[in-house]
């Protein structure tokens, strides 16, 4: 059974930082391209970061340069260290995996919700 647990979201003020974990199990980890998205009420979901099997990363505009998406093999997860964040970043963020960086993506975890307010 393919698992993805997204973990480590909460309150931060703004200008703070958060670091996401996605761990996963039931798929062969190092083969897959691993993403991070995240959704608003009532928005469409939008795709952050992904990085791909060979380590190469890419970022939408909106968290370039403050977003930084890495992975562990070894530990079958995949990070995602969030800085400098703005109220607008708050979200349920999501991870997914995929061959090669989607779309579509074969494989989703649950949300974890990120809140950046003072």
């Known amino acids: 059974e393919v698992q993805l647990q997204a973990s480590g979201g909460g309150l931060v003020q703004p200008g703070g930082s958060l670091r996401l974990s996605c761990s996963a199990s039931g798929f062969t980890f190092e083969d897959y391209a691993l993403g991070w998205f995240r959704q608003v009420p009532g928005k469409e979901r939008e795709g952050i970061a992904c990085i791909k099997n060979s380590g190469g990363t890419y970022y939408a505009d909106s968290v370039k340069g403050r977003f930084t998406i890495s992975r562990d093999n070894a530990k079958n997860t995949v990070y995602l260290q969030m800085n400098s964040l703005k109220p607008e970043d708050t979200a349920v963020y999501y991870c997914?995996?995929?061959?090669?960086?989607?779309?579509?993506?074969?494989?989703w975890g649950q949300g974890t919700q990120v809140t950046v307010s003072s």
């Open positions: 997914a995996a995929d061959p090669t960086c989607g779309p579509p993506y074969d494989y």
